[in-house]
Nanobody, 115 residues
Framework: QVQLVETGGGLVQPGGSLRLSCAVSRGIFYYNIMGWYRQAPGKQREMVAMLTDTGTTNYADSVKGRFTISRDNTKNTMYLQMNSLKPEDTAVYYC?????????WGQGTQVTVSS
């Protein structure tokens, strides 16, 4: 069973930046699609950013131009660079890795944007 571990969350002021990391216990190249999702209190989980193994990216409209998803196959790690953070970005952020056999999730990391 693959393990995904998110790190990098925390408290940041509006306008600030954070970089989330998702370490994958198995080779990251096994996964065709990797993504970041978030869930705010009282809301459904939503897609934030996705990255395919061919390099195609997709972002939620609310984060376009502010967030960047990337992966480092040599480190088996995926990243989410978050800039110009807003209070509405406050949520638990989860990483996800998908191939034909697996749909794996991490345990989540809390991001709080507040002054």
């Amino acid at each position: 069973q693959v393990q995904l571990v998110e790190t990098g969350g925390g408290l940041v002021q509006p306008g600030g930046s954070l970089r989330l990391s998702c370490a994958v216990s198995r080779g990251i190249f096994y996964y065709n699609i990797m993504g970041w999702y978030r869930q705010a209190p009282g809301k459904q989980r939503e897609m934030v950013a996705m990255l395919t193994d061919t390099g195609t990216t997709n972002y939620a409209d609310s984060v376009k131009g502010r967030f960047t998803i990337s992966r480092d196959n040599t480190k088996n790690t995926m990243y989410l660079q978050m800039n110009s953070l807003k209070p509405e970005d406050t949520a638990v952020y989860y990483c996800n890795a998908v191939n034909v056999r697996e749909d794996a999730w991490g345990q989540g990391t809390q991001v709080t944007v507040s002054s």
